[in-house]
């Protein structure tokens, strides 16, 4: 067997797929219900990739049919702002030698081997960027980001794909700040042929739109622009703006945010399979402009078209991009201007942000001597409040009703966990993620920040919460915090949570980088 | 724009009809001829179309499927990979990519309906053994485009919508043949109008014209295709047929 696959490594051959023995798995980056991620280096060439197992196990019907959607929409988008899949490669568990058959279980017909998705390799992903203590997106960035998270999707939208899972993790960027769509594992070609059913239990649920909400089964790429919506405000103002428990509190928070729905704003709406079951006991208004009155005028002109009720009326991603926000001062920057992920501890010095500086040398130092024992790492939190004081400015009184999401939830927990994906600055990739910036823990819902990829086109598993809830643990939100824990992610920062370990700033996104105007 | 025909690899691997011709070594070695392969692929398709009519799939379920085995065996041979059990995998993994799922033990149920000769039994695990052999000969590559797409634009463009329903059947009848894996799916469609006008009497060459496309090449798949009719009766000769697969595992 090995004979056979060493003669995969050193050639690529013309057709077939090389074997996952072409790559040195360096670690585990991100673990899904798909399967695991690594980041990894071709042996030959040493270029670092990211390496998607799909699980084959649990599968009667062969081949999954999710990883042949991704697949097969992968091979057909090629654009600078999607993710590239580089190839795909198959697992000494069979043989490659084609003249051999592939083991299969008699019994169960189950399929031995492993198949890897090859990708480009990122540095990080948005969410964890954003949550990066001390890092503040400027305007020109944010704008330059959202720009390309719409080209990238209204490229995908043009060639008839719903990405069907936008959210901060899905979105990597790399040093050159560059931003690409990743994780296709739930995005559907659609046509125009409104005839087709589709399933309503996709999009993360604090990104997914009030139509899916209410059981819609024929809706279209106006669902990935709510998400665009949802992470345009979260970039503005700080952490998640819709943080939702469960499919009816979700709701509730759009109501309460964007106005209750009628036939008269949203004709039809009465016609959607669940309306009755959740519709609103009171009539809300709308509340966009009054709770984001701090936004600058464009950019709240644009959130409101994207964070409209009805998906009909809904701004399309071409749209967008034309939208004056992108187009008056300051513009946009060139992804090429943004600071680099190492050099975004400069970035911040030149922020006079000094005692934060400080408080991250002291944590990564600590970190570095004793990596096991971050969850017992309270020294840093005072100085965390300081700066929430520092630079929370308004945002308390945006926390409606409840406090607003914990998102600086104890990563730390992971890292006693055996599954959580390794972390420590030893383990970085060069040039790669998670060199400066204090060591691991950022990453909540990530489980460590071994780089952009970690929870990112593969949900870890330590996020714990379902992406799509209704199956299980409902009171988890859909990123929270370390999860198999069952910590439920939308509580305060009070409590037992309240040591926050490796994260010295206090992990409230909201403290990070408060507000934009 | 890259997710349409022109930058896929279906263009990219578009082949030269020479290259059809090569039969694989280990095929050769059982005397398989190229004119065997002609056969056994056309005999392989139609039983593509019986199976796709039980399990009541789309026709462009079918179309998928037929482009995927004829990819197969462009590059590998029959002997190792049997046609009798492609057959039916290329169905069901045209099925799944297409979005119309078909069971695998469905798909083993309609086979003994189909066909009464044993050698075409087959169990689910063999299915799904093949299907990742298939996949990983596909290169992964699972997007096909097909002629479908534009014929329904192009003929109301050319006033022939009546002929609508002559023109699918020749477009359908073309996957009996290698033309999709030699030839832009739009030009198959123009050919299948081209034939469609010369026999409805419709006087079209302005219309031909204006589209810019070399009409020297649709004529040539025109021929092709009549060719193909010609020989029609031919190709479907039983006796021929199992001579063919005879020599086959």
Redesign the interface.
Known sequence: MAATNQLNVEERPS???RSVECFEKLEQIGEGTYGQVYMAREKRTGEIVALKKIRMDNE????P?TA?RE??IL?????ENVIQLKE?V?SPG?ETN??V??V???EN?K?K?SIYMVFEYMDHDLTGLADRPGLRFTVPQIKCYMKQLLTGLH?CH??Q?LHRDIKGSNLLIDNEGNLKLADFGLA??FSNDINANLTNRVITLWYRPPELLLGATKYGPAVDMWSVGCIFAELLYGKPILPGKNEPEQLNKIFELCGTPDELIWPGVSKIPWYNKFKPTRPMKKRIRELFRHFDRHALDLLEKMLVLDPAQRISAKDALDAEYFWNDPLPCDPKSLPKYESSHEFQTKKKRQQQRQNEEIAKRQKLQHPQQHARLPPIQQSGQSHQQHWNGPGHQMNNNSQMAMTGAPSHHQYGKPRGPPAGPSRYPPGGAGGGGGGGGYYQDRGGQSGGYSNAPFPSQGRGPPPYPGNTAPSNGPRGAAGGYGAPPNYSQSGQYSGRGPNPMGGNRNQQYGWQQ | MAADFWTSSQFKQLLDPEELNVVHPLDKERGITAEDYKLIKFHISNYIVKLAQYIKVRQRVVATAITYMRRVYTRRSMTEYNPRLVAPTCLYLAAKAEESTVQARLLAFYIKKVQSDEKYRCEIKEILEMEMKILEALNYYLVVFHPYRSLTQLLQDAGMSDSTQQTWGLVNDTYKMDLILVHPPHLIALACIYIASVQKDKENTAWFEELRVDMNVVKNIAMEILDFYDSYKLMSDENRISAAMNKLP
């Not at chain 1, 009667?60 to 081949?63: P, R, S, T, V």
């Open positions: 057709w077939g797929s009667k019907e062969g081949f049919i042949i697949i097969k091979k057909k988008l090629q654009h795909i198959t069979r084609e003249q058959q592939p299969a279980d008699a017909n399929y081997g490229y043009v060639n794909v559907r070609s």
